[in-house]
């Protein structure tokens, strides 16, 4: 039976980021080999055919000129790096973007790719992610856009959006598995030594590495003691109490040292623990809310749903089915 190849596009740009195109490109290119099928067409464009500079001082000979491109096409991607901001503002690209995606049957970004597809208004009113680095910027330039820093991938109807550089990998082993199915899709994964694959609500980042310890003494004693003793009071007024200073003087210093409020550090750290007693123990969902300070099941629910955009349950369901994938 012949399969007629998905054709895919990836639009560069100067300045786009390797990592981008080759997670997607080399995935997709070991889709192929090891399917023993010509199952995606991709190539890399960019205006007039230009070649692209990417990271590294390096140069990436395009495959095409973007405004020859000719519908129809099964996936448009516009990929991420420090030159989205410059290509956002071009406007024969964005142009050629917008062209594109109405003959394209899915959308998709990579990292800080989102931008450029904001500009040329294809996410408005739908739930995106970003770099986490720069989804307050885009959330700022676009308020139609829904920006959830906090996803590895974030699939909305036919638009699909994932986080920074390597999140590439993840998001494109998502599509493979939507096109032809997970059993393809855990062949490649185990092809590319990597998850099948990290569920695309799993964080970005933790509250535990993405920034230093707080500078200021107290804040800094004040967060060790949150996340050391996550079953405690950690309400705003016993921490306060505790710091020996006033309410708003705490609030204050978390919003500017750690950009968020005591509650809502609180809940995320919570919120942060609970998947990994999810991840890692076998314990009933009434421990581990009881463990990481929650006042029942339905409130650990809550919290987990608005930071990872998934159940506490489902969370720990999609982690069983991929190390089962991955054995």
């Not at 000129?65 to 030159?83: K, Q, Y």
């Not at 307050?136 to 959006?161: I, K, Q, S």
């Not at 050391?228 to 200073?245: I, K, Q, S």
Request: proline content about 4%; overall charge neutral; charged content about 20%.
């Amino acid at each position: 039976m012949t399969t007629t190849a998905r054709r895919m596009v990836i639009i560069g740009y100067d300045q786009a980021e390797l990592l981008d195109i080759a997670c997607v490109t080399d995935t997709l290119e070991a889709t192929n080999r090891l399917a023993g099928a010509a199952l995606y067409e991709v190539s890399v464009v960019s205006l007039r055919g230009l070649p692209v500079r990417v990271s590294g001082g390096l140069s990436m000979v395009s495959q095409g000129a973007l405004e020859r491109v000719r519908g129809p096409l099964d996936t448009m991607l516009v990929s991420g790096g420090h030159g989205h901001t410059r290509a956002a503002e071009d406007l024969e690209l964005i142009a050629q973007v917008r062209r594109l995606a109405a003959r394209s049957r899915r959308v998709a970004s990579v990292c800080t790719g989102a931008t450029v597809l904001a500009a040329a208004g294809l996410l408005d009113g739908r739930r995106v992610t970003t770099h986490w680095a720069y989804a307050d910027e885009l959330a700022h330039r676009h308020p139609a856009v829904t920006v959830d820093p906090h996803p590895l991938y974030v699939v909305d109807g036919d638009v699909c959006t994932s986080a920074g550089v390597t999140s590439a990998l993840d998001l494109t082993l998502a599509l493979v598995e939507a096109d032809h199915g997970p059993d393809l899709a855990r062949v490649v994964a185990r092809w590319l030594v990597t998850y099948m694959q990290r569920p695309g609500d799993q964080a970005q980042l933790s509250v535990y590495v993405k920034d230093p310890p707080p500078e200021h003494r107290v804040l800094r004693q004040i967060v060790l003691h949150i996340v050391g003793n996550l079953d405690a009071d950690l309400g705003v007024e016993a921490l306060a109490a505790r710091a020996g200073v006033s309410e708003r003087h705490l609030s204050r210093l978390f919003l500017a040292q750690l950009g968020d409020s005591p509650a809502r550090f609180v809940r995320t750290a919570r919120s942060e623990a609970a998947a990994r007693l999810l991840e890692s123990t076998a314990l009933p969902l009434t421990a581990v809310a009881r463990r990481c300070g929650f006042g029942s099941t339905e409130t650990m629910r809550q919290a987990f749903q608005a930071g990872y955009g998934t159940t506490p349950s489902a969370h720990r369901a999609a982690l069983r089915e991929a190390r089962r994938s991955r054995d």
